[in-house]
């Protein structure tokens, strides 16, 4: 079994940027593609979108569109960790954020979520 633990969010002014981490642990031999989701406020956590995902071994990666440019995912597979750089945040990135395992693309394990509040 794979468990994360994301960490990194807290409040910045629109604009603004932050960096989240996630440390990979558990089962990580043959690791298929870890990704960032996202809980907007009032969604429940089964509604999180996809932020961004890249798999482990080739490091393809995908991006939600409301992001292209602005995120970046990387990832250590040294260190196993995975980590996402936001900049110019906007007020529509608030949420909270989890970085979740995804096998064949469908999440098996739900990471620690951290809190993203963006404020214009």
């Known amino acids: 079994q794979v468990q994360l633990v994301g960490s990194g969010g807290g409040s910045v002014q629109a604009g603004g940027s932050l960096r989240l981490s996630c440390t990979v642990s558990?089962?990580?031999?043959?690791?298929?593609?870890v990704g960032w989701f996202r809980q907007a406020p009032g969604e429940h956590r089964d509604e999180a979108d996809l932020?961004?995902?890249?798999?482990?071994?080739?490091?393809?990666?995908v991006y939600a569109d409301s992001v292209k440019g602005r995120f970046t995912i990387s990832k250590d597979n040294v260190r196993n960790k995975m980590y996402l750089q936001m900049n110019d945040l906007n007020t529509a990135d608030t949420a909270a954020y989890y970085c979740?395992?995804?096998?064949?693309?469908?999440?098996?394990?739900w990471g620690q979520g951290t809190q993203v509040t963006v404020s214009s």
């Open positions: 558990g089962y990580t031999l043959n690791l298929d593609t």
């Open positions: 932020v961004a995902r890249i798999i482990w071994t080739s490091g393809s990666l």
């Open positions: 979740n395992y995804l096998n064949s693309l469908r999440i098996t394990s």
